[in-house]
C-alpha cells in the first residue's frame, strides 16, 4: 500500500518527479541567469538617473540646510562622483532587483514543497523585501532628518579667539553613510522574518524568544554600536526598533503555533 503524502501525492510519484543532480544545477543556473540579467539591466538604467537618486538622498540634509546659501557638497578626488555614481546605480539595482531574485529562488524551490510547505514559506518571502524597504523608509523619513539636525549643530561660528567651523559634506562619504544606516536598518528590520522561521522549523518556541529576552535586548544595543555611527542618537534609533520587533516576533509566534496546533487537531 502506498503512502499518501497531504497534496494526495504517493512515493512512487513523488520519484518519479525527481530531477537529476545535473537538471537541478542546470535549472538553478538559469534561475541565477535571469536575475543577473535583470540586475544587469537595472544597473544601467539606475546609472542613467544616479544624480537623481543622489539628489533624493540629499534631500534630507538639504531640507536641514534650507535657506542657508552656500551650503554644498565636495568631492576631492578626480573620480570621487563618477564612482559615487556607480555606488548609486549599484545599491539601486540591488534594491530593485530583489524581488526578480526572490522570484527566480522560489520558481526553483517551489516544485520540491508540498502545498502546506509553501503555504507556510510563502509568507515569509514576501514579507523579506517589504521590511527591509520599511528599514529603509524608517531612516529616510525618521531617522536622517533628525540626525543631520543633530550633526550640524556642532557647526561653530568664528569669534574673537577661535576659527569658524563649517560642515561641508563629501560626496562619497555621505552615500556612505547614508547606504551604511540604510542597509544596517533594513536587514535588522528582517529579524521577525529569522525568528519565526526558527520557530516555524522547530528550532525555537515564543517560550524560548521570552527566555531569552534579556540577551536578545544586550545583542540589540550591540549590533547598533557596530552598524551605526559611534552616536547615542543613532544607536538607539536602531536598537529601540530591534527591540520592538523581538517583542513582535514573540506575539506572530504564539499566534502561529496555535493557528498549527488547531489545523493539526483537526487533521488528526
Same mark, same amino acid.
Given at each position: &500500500?502506498?503512502?499518501?503524502?497531504?497534496?494526495?501525492?504517493?512515493?512512487?510519484?513523488?520519484?518519479?518527479?525527481?530531477?537529476?543532480?545535473?537538471?537541478?544545477?542546470?535549472?538553478?543556473?538559469?534561475?541565477?541567469?535571469?536575475?543577473?540579467?535583470?540586475?544587469?539591466?537595472?544597473?544601467?538604467?539606475?546609472?542613467?538617473?544616479?544624480?537623481?537618486?543622489?539628489?533624493?538622498?540629499?534631500?534630507?540634509?538639504?531640507?536641514?540646510?534650507?535657506?542657508?546659501?552656500?551650503?554644498?557638497?565636495?568631492?576631492?578626488?578626480?573620480?570621487?562622483?563618477?564612482?559615487?555614481?556607480?555606488?548609486?546605480?549599484?545599491?539601486?539595482?540591488?534594491?530593485?532587483?530583489? %524581488?526578480?531574485?526572490?522570484?527566480?529562488?522560489?520558481?526553483?524551490?517551489?516544485?520540491?514543497?508540498?502545498?502546506?510547505?509553501? &503555504?507556510?514559506?510563502?509568507?515569509?518571502?514576501?514579507?523579506? %523585501?517589504?521590511?527591509?524597504?520599511?528599514?529603509?523608509?524608517?531612516?529616510?523619513?525618521?531617522?536622517?532628518?533628525?540626525?543631520?539636525?543633530?550633526?550640524?549643530?556642532?557647526?561653530?561660528?568664528?569669534?574673537?579667539?577661535?576659527?569658524?567651523?563649517?560642515?561641508?559634506?563629501?560626496?562619497?562619504?555621505?552615500?556612505?553613510? !547614508? &547606504?551604511?544606516?540604510?542597509?544596517?536598518?533594513?536587514?535588522?528590520?528582517?529579524?521577525?522574518?529569522?525568528?519565526?522561521?526558527?520557530?516555524? !522549523?522547530?528550532?525555537?518556541?515564543?517560550?524560548?524568544?521570552?527566555?531569552?529576552?534579556?540577551?536578545?535586548?544586550?545583542?540589540?544595543?550591540?549590533?547598533?554600536?557596530?552598524?551605526?555611527?559611534?552616536? %547615542?542618537?543613532?544607536?538607539?534609533?536602531?536598537?529601540? %526598533?530591534?527591540?520592538?520587533?523581538?517583542?513582535?516576533?514573540?506575539?506572530?509566534?504564539?499566534?502561529?503555533?496555535?493557528?498549527?496546533?488547531?489545523?493539526?487537531?483537526?487533521?488528526?
Amino acid at each position: &500500500m502506498v503512502d499518501e503524502t497531504s497534496d494526495g501525492l504517493g512515493e512512487d510519484d513523488i520519484e518519479k518527479s525527481r530531477m537529476p543532480l545535473v537538471d537541478h544545477l542546470s535549472e538553478l543556473r538559469k534561475r541565477l541567469l535571469y536575475s543577473l540579467a535583470a540586475f544587469i539591466v537595472l544597473f544601467f538604467a539606475c546609472f542613467y538617473f544616479a544624480e537623481t537618486f543622489f539628489n533624493f538622498l540629499v534631500a534630507p540634509l538639504a531640507q536641514v540646510w534650507e535657506g542657508q546659501e552656500g551650503r554644498q557638497l565636495i568631492y576631492t578626488a578626480l573620480t570621487e562622483k563618477f564612482f559615487t555614481e556607480i555606488k548609486v546605480a549599484f545599491f539601486a539595482a540591488a534594491f530593485l532587483s530583489f %524581488p526578480v531574485l526572490a522570484s527566480q529562488l522560489w520558481t526553483f524551490v517551489a516544485p520540491g514543497l508540498f502545498k502546506r510547505e509553501k &503555504m507556510a514559506f510563502l509568507p515569509f518571502l514576501v514579507a523579506t %523585501p517589504v521590511l527591509f524597504f520599511a528599514g529603509g523608509v524608517f531612516v529616510y523619513y525618521v531617522l536622517l532628518p533628525v540626525a543631520w539636525q543633530f550633526f550640524s549643530s556642532f557647526e561653530q561660528l568664528a569669534s574673537e579667539g577661535s576659527l569658524a567651523i563649517t560642515l561641508v559634506p563629501k560626496v562619497n562619504e555621505y552615500l556612505s553613510l !547614508v &547606504m551604511r544606516l540604510i542597509f544596517a536598518f533594513g536587514l535588522s528590520f528582517e529579524l521577525p522574518v529569522v525568528l519565526l522561521i526558527l520557530v516555524k !522549523v522547530g528550532i525555537t518556541t515564543p517560550a524560548g524568544l521570552r527566555k531569552k529576552r534579556r540577551y536578545a535586548i544586550v545583542v540589540a544595543f550591540i549590533a547598533a554600536a557596530v552598524l551605526t555611527p559611534p552616536d %547615542p542618537l543613532s544607536q538607539l534609533a536602531l536598537a529601540l %526598533p530591534i527591540v520592538l520587533l523581538y517583542e513582535i516576533s514573540i506575539f506572530i509566534a504564539v499566534y502561529m503555533m496555535r493557528k498549527r496546533d488547531t489545523e493539526d487537531a483537526e487533521e488528526a
